[in-house]
């Protein structure tokens, strides 16, 4: 079985991975799957007390996502070239000191930057701890670790909505990032003892490539957030957008030109590494933003605590999980195809319910259900990215396209926060008399961008039924 994740398979070593091990991992990476969610609840708490607007509170979501995906294929290649125990150490270290950070931060800026820092220790943890994995384990006891790896993500997910209510209700939003700190030292003192040390390949590593794509989609997504306030033709739009574009036209130079590059051309030219990654970028975005738009609205508009957002947050979340499951069984069945159609109509029916909203509308009757009726259709989507893309790519060059799609899961997730933050800004603002009126915007671009992935997937995704066992994207 080849590692989902973007590098090469490691080589099959002697030990024999004890499921302390496996539960020790699957604990490190739960802290970075949670961080992606658990903020949501705690955007306006934190917003309130730091002082920060749209913009600020915009990029506290944004930047862990973007550094996360955008230096995860550098992380799994460090992990082949330095040794995977070494990558899995070093990068725990920085997520966990940088978790402190946020948790001390006084200021915007000062969270916001330990967010950057969380995004490169994830960037280093998770590509690594799973190069471990598919070393410790051999044969089924392989299949069945990678399983547990996978479901981390729904619980994660779930469970991070729920944590971020409880925490910032209670001793309050700083203990969303406090809580990681004793998880991470345990993890850090345990992992030299149990975890084995896999040697590296020491081979050419490509930093340059992996900084210019992630400063290129930060660049992207500061001139999408510039744009709510300055506008589309302003300077302060267009420039950073141009300078994104110039970025990614010398990414590609450079995948051509460097003999390591992170994600070969002709890899990214493939129709399912295409069709992969459009169905990853809108899932994760339309499920970001969502989550982005509603808990502004749940707190600041209708007055909802921190806890009862996330108790209010917990059938979407569990919904994810079980689109999930059952994307994965009808795939199987009736193709890739079909069901990627049927998850993005799905979010559109559910994103368009959602704009239902008012000041004095009930949540549980206009927000809730559409948002769970599009979280069926957003945890299809997800499996539908990875496993048509996988069935579709030949052997030697599923490492790197299990790469890029796990890439686009983070940076659609930065995106999509991007633009319905853009596109909802006259709500977004403190005290704004525009009322929901941005939020109705935001949710009804949302609806659209859904459907027009329904019709891309259409056509973009490829036919028929996949082949083989594939291990469903986890997030």
Known sequence: M??????????????????GVLVLLCLAQFMLIIDITVVQVALPTIGDDLGLGREALTWVVTTYTLCFGGLMVLGGRLADAFGARGTLL???????????????????????????????????????????????FHGERRGRALGVWAAIGGTGAALGVLLGGVLTEGPGWTWVFFVNVPIGLLVLAVVPAVVPSIPGRRERVDVPGALVVTVATALLIYGLVTAGEAGWGAAGTLSPLAGAVVLYALFVVIERSVRSPLMRAETLARRPVLSGTFVMLLATGLMLGLFFLSSLYL????????????????????????????????????????????????????????????PDADAYTTLLPGFVLAALGIGPAFVTATTTTMANIPPGENGVASGVINTFHELGGS???????????????????????GFVSGLTVCAVAAGVAAVVSSVLVPPGKPTGTFVGHGH
């Open 415 to 437: 995106i999509g926060v991007a633009v319905v933050s853009t596109v909802a800004a006259a709500s977004l603002v403190p005290g704004s008399a525009a009322g929901v009126s």
């Open 2 to 19: 080849t590692s989902p994740i973007g590098h090469a398979p490691p080589r099959t070593g002697s030990t024999g991975g004890g499921w």
């Open 90 to 136: 070093a990068g725990l270290a920085v997520f966990t000191a940088a978790s402190l950070v946020c948790g001390l931060a006084g200021s915007g800026a000062m969270l916001i930057a330990g967010r950057a820092a969380q995004g490169v220790g994830a960037a280093l943890l998770s590509p690594s701890a799973l190069a471990v994995i598919t070393t410790a």
């Open 299 to 358: 707190q600041h508009v209708l007055g909802f605590s921190a806890l009862r957002t996330g108790l209010t947050f917990l059938p979407v979340a569990v919904a994810i999980t079980i689109g999930a499951q059952l994307g994965g069984h009808l795939i199987g069945k009736v193709g890739g195809r079909p069901v990627a159609v049927a998850a993005f109509v799905l979010t559109a029916a559910g994103a368009a319910l959602m704009t239902r909203i008012s």
